[in-house]
Structure formats: C-alpha cells, structure tokens
C-alpha cells in the first residue's frame, strides 16, 4: 500500500496545521504541550540521539516507566531519524525483562525514576548503553539528563534519511498472559491505518479529548485511541497511573469525550465515592477491551446515559479490529447488542474457518482469521512463531467468534481456553457471562479441568461481592437455564480474586497452576 513511500513526518504536520492547538495535557503536573511545542521537542531529541549518543535509523531506544509525555517525544522523533521505540511493562518478572532486553538490544534506555530497582539488571548485563530518567531522581551513573535531550540544539542543521512506510517504527509486546512477551513489529504503515482507521470508523476528531486509562507500552493504550486523537488533531489527557480519584477528577476537570480501558478500571471507577456525583455526559462514548466486559458493570454506565461498549482488537492485527458503529446506536440498540464486538473497522479483511479450515456460514463459530495494511510484520528475530501465527498470508488470531445475521461478531474464548467435554467444543464465555447474571457474583471465571468419564469438565472460579452470599447449586440452576447442560460447571471454587495482568487480561497461566486440579464441590446429585 506504501511501499517505497517515504513516510510524512507527523509531528511536522500536525505542527503545521494545528501547532498552537493543546495536544497533551499531563494531569498529574497540569502541564500542557502544544503540537507545535511536542515536534520541537521531537527535533531536539532527534538531533541528541543522533549526534550525541551516535544512534542511527534502526537502532533501538527503549521505555520503562508510568505514562510521560516522553513517549510522544520518542515516536514523533522516529518520524525524523528511522530509530525504533520499544517499551517495558514495568511489572514483569527480572528474566522476562532481561529476555527482552537482550532480544532488543536498545542503546538508550529512558526511565522512571521510581523504577530505578528495575533498572538494576539492565546495568549489570555487561552492554553498553545511555539512561536517562524522565521522571523523578536520576541514578548518579547516568551521563545525561532529560532536559538536555529536548533542549539540545545542534550546532548546525541535521539532515536524516527519511523513513519508509515498511519499516519498522515500535516494538509492542504480546503474549505474557499465556507465555514469554513476544516483541510484534510494526510499521510505519501499520501504525498510520490503525489510525486512518479510528478516525473513519468511529468518527474520532479534533473535537475529542482522549482520556488516558492505560499505560502506554500497551497495544491498546497507544493504538486504539491516543494515536488515532493524535493524528486527527484533538488533545489527550494522561495520568501516570491508574487511580480511580485521581481520573474521576480528570473528567471533572478536562470533559473528555472519549477513552479506552479494561472492567476492572471501569469497575474501579464505579466503586470510588465520588462516582455518583461525576457527569460523564461529555462523553460520546467509552469502549471496554482486552477482555470481555460483564452486563452488569456496562449497566452501571448506561444508567447514566453513556455509551460503554464492547470492542476487540489484537496487537498483531491491530488493534483497530472491530467495533460497534457507535455513534449510530441508541443505547438501546447498544443493550440488545452488549455482548458483541460490533463490526470490521475500516481496512481489516477478516474471515472465520471451522477446525477444517473451511470458512463458516453465519452463526457458526470457528477462528478469526485477519489480514491487510494493519497487521504487524512479524515477531522480531523470531521467525518459527511468526510462521506459527502467519499462514498464506492471513494472521490466525487464536479467537473462536461467530457472525450474526446483522454483521456483528461475537467472541466466544479463546481456542487454547476451549475445553472438550463429551466431544463437545466448550468455550467459557458463555457460561461466564451466565454466571455473572447472579446479583451475588463479582466476577466468573471457567476453566476446563480432567475428567475420567468426560474427557473434561467446567471448573468455575466466583468472586463474591463484599457481603454477599450464593451457593453452588444456585450457580448451577442458572446456568443450566441459560445454556445446555453439558457446560454446567462440575467443580465451583469461591476465591477472593483471580490473578490478573498488570493491564487487566486474566493471566491463565497463573489461573491454571493454582485451580487447574478437580478442587471445589461437584455437583449435589441428589
């Protein structure tokens, strides 16, 4: 679609057409970056990489640390220099992170401060390399400071080679809620019809505030709404981390029109004193990803009129995948559809295939297959998994939908999720969302455990709400009366909480290894 096209510098464009315009504001500090203040800063760390610590395009610079405007100054400088972006999830384990670093190989690490334990094994590995903290104290073996990288001035006018639309432009990690992080690269070419995608499917322009609920080294905290707002010229608003006060003050205060996040954001939100009293009618919309969000939780927003809705996307294909048309449902059209994903967004060719690989009619359920100018380009060094999820040209998602009639996709689970019970496919979501239906439920969660008789069996794990009280048998009746009988779960364990990632996904490996034995009560057969 690009190829061979050198790619339009973003900062300068948006400087030009909107340089006085507010594109960022910094909650935490009340500090606000014009577009044209962010492509300054962009040149002047652009000029340091290059002439001062001698980076060139395709070298590797990289990120860990809570949100900072930091990283709209690094990939507006890529635009500039060709120099690669990748970001650390702050929380993942010692060997996790020295893996990746490792792999990446960046030259310059930009930090946090309050993470300087974390930056420890990174100085003990034996690789040269520059760190600079972005907030916060600065470890005293660190040469430079931020400030001198976007105030530095070249002596004279630095002349770079212009990046192309396939290059690759950042390294988004995937995969740590089931394995290792996987480093998926994406192109310049990706990454601007991720944007073009938003801004033509669901509307997003210069009129909106994005807020900002996840971290940015997330795929859906940059991708799915920041970028797109970026590039159409409206402003977003950032927290460093998520704190439910803090951002409920932030819609008071900013009237954000739009923002992304996961349940146990949302249900944060709804759970702090102050929500009663917060007007969210300045938005047009919220949208719930990484995982399926409970009838409940949306109804404690559509209670008060605001559009919250269910959306999917996938770092390697996206993640502008699909989405309801919003902006064109009455919410009461939203409530008949809350289980759904919605629709294709603009560029994606998708269809699903049955376990034969034939493509399956409406209703039928079978794997999401995606292909087209959003999809990444690959794992990094790393082609036995990418030829693992890439086959003839289309991206196998690992995810069980089926279409309706009307065109839009539900997710059923994932297919390493699905378990086998009698001969046959059980796939969790539906009996989660049965589950959750109980006014005593806080979260469900299904897994398949062995059975000797049935190959395998449900295994429900309940969150109970504080005070609240349910039986087993009672979970039982009603899933039996919203699904067939053969996925009602055998075993039911009530637990305090079910692990989670630090971006909100269910962590199943760890979901495995403490409940993934035949624990909990069968069933009463009396």
Request: hydrophobic share 40%.
């Amino acid at each position: 679609m690009f190829a061979q096209n050198k790619v339009v510098d973003l900062g300068r464009f948006r400087a030009t057409c909107s340089g006085r315009r507010e594109a960022v504001c910094d909650f935490d500090t009340g500090r606000r970056y014009t577009f044209a203040e962010l492509d300054r800063r962009a040149d002047s760390m652009a000029a340091f990489l290059t002439e001062v610590t001698g980076l060139r395009a395709g070298d590797r610079v990289a990120f860990c640390s809570e949100n900072n405007v930091a990283f709209l100054d690094a990939f507006l400088m890529s635009y500039k220099t060709g120099i690669i972006i990748t970001s650390y999830n702050c929380m993942m384990g010692k060997k996790e992170l020295l893996s990746l670093v490792a792999q990446e190989t960046p030259k310059v690490v930009f930090y946090s401060g309050d993470r300087r334990g974390v930056m420890e094994p990174f100085r003990t590995d034996g690789t040269e390399r520059e760190y600079v903290a972005i907030r916060g104290e600065a470890d005293e073996r660190d040469r430079y400071a931020y400030e001198n990288v976007i105030s530095y001035r070249p002596a004279q006018a630095v002349h770079y080679e212009t990046p192309e639309y396939e290059d690759i432009q950042m390294l988004i990690h995937t995969g740590g809620t089931t394995g290792r992080p996987k480093a998926a690269m994406m192109s310049y070419r990706a990454l601007l019809c991720n944007a073009v995608s938003s801004i033509l499917t669901v509307g997003v322009s210069e009129r909106d505030c994005q807020l900002q609920l996840l971290p940015f080294f997330h795929t859906a905290g940059w991708n799915s709404l920041m970028l797109p707002v970026f590039v159409a010229g409206g402003r977003t608003v950032y927290t460093s981390e998520f704190e439910a006060g803090k951002v409920l003050r932030a819609v008071a205060a900013e009237q954000p029109t739009v923002c992304i996040g996961v349940e146990t954001m949302y249900k944060r939100l709804a759970d702090h004193a102050d929500f009663p009293a917060v007007d969210l009618s300045s938005f047009r919309w919220m949208v719930n990803g990484a995982a399926p969000i409970s009838r409940q939780t949306l109804e404690t927003y559509w209670r008060k009129r605001v559009k919250l809705i269910n959306a999917y996307g996938m770092t390697e294909i996206g993640p502008e995948n699909l989405v309801p048309p919003v902006d064109a449902m009455t919410l009461e059209e939203i409530r008949d559809k809350w289980e759904s994903v919605g629709r294709a967004m603009l560029f994606n060719q998708m269809k699903i295939i049955d376990e034969e690989g034939r493509e399956a009619q409406s209703g039928e359920r079978g794997e999401m297959l995606f292909r087209g100018p959003l999809t990444f380009s690959g794992y990094w060094r790393n082609e036995e998994q990418t030829g693992s999820v890439v086959k003839n040209g289309w991206i196998h998602t690992g995810d069980i939908a089926y279409c309706d009639p009307d065109g839009f996709y539900y997710i059923c689970g994932r297919k390493k999720n699905m378990f086998i019970s009698g001969g046959e496919n059980i796939y969790p979501v539906e009996i989660e969302y049965a589950l959750a239906g109980h006014p005593a439920v806080d979260f469900a969660c299904v897994i398949g455990v062995a059975d000797e008789q049935w190959g395998e069996v449900g295994k429900a794990l309940i969150v109970l709400k504080p005070g609240a009280a349910a039986t087993e048998n009672e979970l039982r009746r009603l899933v039996k009366e919203e699904c067939t009988s053969i996925k009602v779960p055998k075993y039911i364990q009530f637990v305090d909480k079910i692990p989670r990632t630090s971006v909100g996904k269910l962590d199943m490996t760890e979901i495995r290894r403490l409940y993934g034995s035949c624990s909990g009560r069968p069933p009463d057969e009396s």
